[in-house]
């Protein structure tokens, strides 16, 4: 790379360093004015006190030397003189103080606003991004330090304030010693920083080319640290080969890090050399000078302190510079995540158009990204008003796809899905969520209340008691909620101290009445609402959904086709495609794929 490359490389790196900390400063400000106040203030007096300590140290030290040669009232100068640097070292250890305790309460502050805007983000994204491994490399380099850099950021701003206030001191009294101790002071300084700012580039280059590799530990810490892996990693005994393969990777970004680390600190090491023979360079200079007379001791005493200080400060205001430089670097891909395109949901229609129309879905296709081949071609069907469509077929047929393009979580490639006349990207969110609901396959099993497992089916009511009971009973999870020592209020899974685990049958429950929570709802669907169910259980089940579903509009996803004939009408998907579609006993007698699938089933039974 060329000097002038290198030259605009760092101008750059400078500029993206003061934006990122502009941005920081006003985060600090947003979230507690006091406490920049209180920064600003121990600033502030933490940089000018040592200029003026120093400054009386001469003063003190020259008047002791008067004093010594019978000058009386130079004893007065010298108590006033110590009383003065007392206080200037009161104020330089108050503002230390009041630094670090403005630090010790934003720490807290920031990170939760930091977490906060993280997880807020990652809520308002869409399913298809949460399955783009690109996606997870910048969430894992927003969440890698994002909780200390943006504080670090801030507090190295603060430092590099208060150094070179600093600074403009020990330059006004080095100047009159020679311009060439102020520019010494400052050359000897620049190439620690140069080196220091290259390296924060390249070890932050280095986390974030490796990120996959830094997900795929953080997984395998998952799998060996929690209580749905436990089973399988214990029977299996999959402890050493997961630990392996766990140390295997840490081996393979040790190596890197290490030498990028020994070099980083062998020329820390040589820089930091270079800058103390620098010092004592000025050091003999001056004592030479006083030697010849051309200052007093006491300036002497001020000029060694001023340079070895000033020195420190020079060092400390480049290295809080390209420290500021790499937190910068962690709070851009902080901004990128938080950047990350949102899907749009910008629908505003909140009545329907032709309300009696029902759900129509038009020559619908999907292809996932990357795929070779689409999970949904050319679907179409019609549920109307109390109508209710079951979705059968082998695995792979497009089943899960179809339920994720209805409920919003995808859009389709081609073709349209229309509820009561509307598209469905064209109604307002809630307008929408208002009038569906859902039973996902894949439902979540939250470490929450019972309760509160079946209040997430209604966000606006989540802690309503009286709707999850109503859900429960007819979602048959009552039985479940008895069986619980603190009923309602029983804390679930392993994860913390008190709770109970369920079986997935009594999971499935709890999903099912969660289905249920909302009020008013115009379309239900049920993704293998019976999956996990004994015989006895499903046809319970069975019998619950078909007086759920009267007189409402209902699509039932199912693999058991005892379930499917609850519906007015069966669609057959294979390979994204509608191959079958009519009455449990229209499909029957057509002897095709569903009435190979029900011979199948039913021989089970007999």
């Known amino acids: 790379m060329s000097d002038a490359t290198d030259q605009e490389a760092e101008r750059l790196h400078t500029a993206g360093a003061i934006r990122s900390s502009l941005r920081a400063l006003r985060l600090v400000w947003a979230t507690s004015r006091g406490l920049t106040a209180l920064l600003v ?4 007096a933490a940089g000018l006190a040592p200029v003026g300590a120093a400054y009386l140290a001469r003063v003190v030290v020259d008047a002791v030397l008067a004093s010594l040669q019978g000058d009386a009232p130079a004893k007065l100068t010298a108590f006033f003189g110590i009383l003065g640097e007392g206080v200037l070292v009161g104020l330089v250890v108050a503002g230390n103080r009041g630094t670090a305790l403005g630090q010790q309460l934003l720490k807290a502050r920031l990170a939760h606003f930091v977490t906060r805007s993280i997880v807020e983000k990652a809520s308002r994204l869409g399913l298809g991004d949460f399955e783009d491994p690109a996606l997870h490399d910048r969430l894992e380099e927003a969440r890698r330090e994002a909780t200390v850099r943006p504080l670090g950021l801030v507090l190295r701003s603060f430092l590099l304030a208060r150094n070179v206030i600093s600074l403009a001191g020990y330059f006004a009294i080095l100047v009159q010693l020679s311009w060439w101790a102020v520019a010494v002071l400052v050359v000897a300084g620049i190439p620690a920083f140069v080196s220091e700012a290259r390296f924060s580039d390249v070890t932050f280059r280095f986390f974030k080319r490796h990120s996959p590799e830094s997900r795929e530990r953080n997984y395998l810490e998952t799998v060996l640290t929690r209580e749905q892996f436990a089973k399988e990693v214990g029977f299996f005994g999959l402890g050493p080969v997961l630990i392996a393969r766990y140390d295997a990777l840490f081996e393979s970004l040790y190596g890197e890090d290490r030498r990028i680390a020994l070099r980083r600190h062998a020329w820390g090491l040589v820089l930091g050399l270079a800058g103390t023979l620098a010092f004592f360079g000025a050091y003999v200079w001056i004592v030479l000078g006083t030697v010849d007379g051309l200052w007093t001791i006491g300036q002497m005493t001020m000029y060694i302190v001023v340079f070895r200080q000033g020195q420190a400060a020079v060092t400390s205001a480049l290295t809080a510079l390209g420290g500021m430089y790499e937190d910068a ?22 009545t329907p158009s032709a309300p009696q129309d029902g759900l129509r879905v038009e020559n619908v296709s999907y292809t996932y990204p990357g795929a070779a081949r689409p999970a949904l071609a050319d679907v179409s069907f019609h549920v109307p008003p109390g109508g209710t469509i079951a979705v059968v077929g082998p695995n792979g047929g497009g089943k899960s796809t179809l339920v994720k393009l209805l409920t919003r979580r995808y859009e ?17 969110p809630e307008a929408f969520r208002a009038r569906v609901s859902v039973l996902f396959q894949d439902f979540n099993r939250y470490k929450l209340t019972a309760g509160e497992n079946i209040g997430v089916g209604d966000a606006a009511h989540f802690d309503d008691e009286e709707r999850w009971r109503l859900a429960a009973e007819r979602g048959l999870a009552v ?3 008895e069986e619980l020592e603190h009923g309602y209020r029983t804390r679930l899974g392993r994860a913390f101290r008190g709770a109970t685990e369920l079986s997935g049958g ?17 379309l239900l669907i049920f993704d293998e609402p019976t999956s996990a169910a004994d015989p006895r259980r499903q046809a319970e089940l069975d019998d619950a959904l078909a007086a759920i579903l009267e007189g409402r509009m209902g699509l039932i996803v199912s693999h058991r086709l005892a379930t499917a004939r609850i519906a007015d009408r069966i669609l057959v998907l294979d390979h994204g495609r509608v191959v079958e579609n009519g009455a449990h006993d229209a499909l029957v007698d057509e002897d095709g794929l569903y009435a190979s699938l029900y011979r199948t089933q039913a021989a089970a039974y007999q």
């Open 41 to 44: 203030v121990s600033t502030l």
């Open 329 to 350: 670097l962690y709070v851009d891909s902080l901004d990128a995540f938080l950047a990350h395109p949102e899907p749009t949901e910008a629908g505003t229609v909140v």
């Open 412 to 428: 389709p490639d081609a073709g349209r899905i229309l509820l009561d006349g509307v598209e469905l990207r064209d109604w307002e």
């Open 479 to 481: 039985s479940v909620i």
């Open 506 to 522: 009594q999971w499935q429950r709890l999903a099912f009445a969660r289905a249920l929570m909302r009020r008013g709802t115009e």
